[in-house]
T-cell receptor, first 114, second 116 residues
Framework: AQKITQTQPGMFVQEKEAVTLDCTYD???????LFWYKQPSSGEMIFLIY??????QNATEGRYSLNFQKARKSANLVISASQLGDSAMYFCAMRENTGNQFYFGTGTSLTVIP | DTEVTQTPKHLVMGMTNKKSLKCEQH?????MYWYKQKAKKPPELMFVYSYEKLSINESVPSRFSPECPNSSLLNLHLHALQPEDSALYLC???????????????FGDGTRLSIL
């Protein structure tokens, strides 16, 4: 079974609008971390935001927030006030606390339209 | 600026060449990773070193040979590669061990490898 599922291969959003990128995960480990990364066309992987399995509140980092629904095993990324520079691939990832391996989803290609 | 440094940024090599990719981090991380990534695809895990010992080898062909000389350095030795090995190779590091679950991976900018 896939550990991380991203069901949106491509998304479009109007500049200044908000967009939600979906991510669901599968684990039996009670302790885990969820991460979102941005990868522009230049190739670097940029860490955006982290959510721990025991965190009571949704994580926020500037214009990024994570909508964490533990019972549904979802960790959607919300980008508010989209900018042209947000156009990139976005990957959701998970790390179980018992190991060093990170599991990546297939990614969502986001295009911000002026 | 990235805290994980990879060299070279670009590499073109023939199928009979031997070359090495290098990765360096000074964040005190004890887990280091090599990934292969094709365009518009997620990174594919190749190797994980934990405390300088190889802990995960994802059935990578022997033409790729990793080496971890110390806790800051990670190398990937390349020999007799095939055209399908052309890809972006990413190095990453993270806090290792069982208490590292809330720590992200930090990636280098990658090496774009082309095999002629």
């Amino acid at each position: 079974a896939q550990k991380i599922t991203q069901t949106q291969p491509g998304m479009f959003v109007q500049e200044k609008e908000a967009v939600t990128l979906d991510c669901t995960y599968d684990t039996s480990d009670p302790s885990y971390g969820l991460f979102w990364y941005k990868q522009p066309s230049s190739g670097e992987m940029i860490f955006l935001i982290y959510q721990g399995s025991y965190d009571q509140q949704n994580a926020t980092e500037g214009r990024y927030s994570l909508n964490f629904q533990k019972a549904r095993k979802s960790a959607n990324l919300v980008i508010s006030a989209s900018q042209l520079g947000d156009s990139a691939m976005y990957f959701c990832a998970m790390r179980e606390n018992t190991g060093n391996q990170f599991y990546f989803g297939t990614g969502t290609s986001l295009t911000v339209i002026p | 600026d990235t805290e994980v440094t990879q060299t070279p940024k670009h590499l073109v090599m023939g199928m009979t060449n031997k070359k090495s990719l290098k990765c360096e981090q000074h964040m005190g991380h004890r887990a280091m990773y090599w990934y292969k990534q094709k365009a518009k695809k997620p990174p594919e895990l190749m190797f994980v070193y934990s405390y300088e010992k190889l802990s995960i080898n994802e059935s990578v062909p022997s033409r790729f040979s990793p080496e971890c000389p110390n806790s800051s350095l990670l190398n990937l030795h390349l020999h007799a590669l095939q055209p399908e090995d052309s890809a972006l190779y990413l190095c990453a590091s993270s806090q290792g061990g069982n208490r590292g679950g809330n720590q992200p991976q930090h990636f280098g900018d990658g090496t774009r490898l082309s095999i002629l």
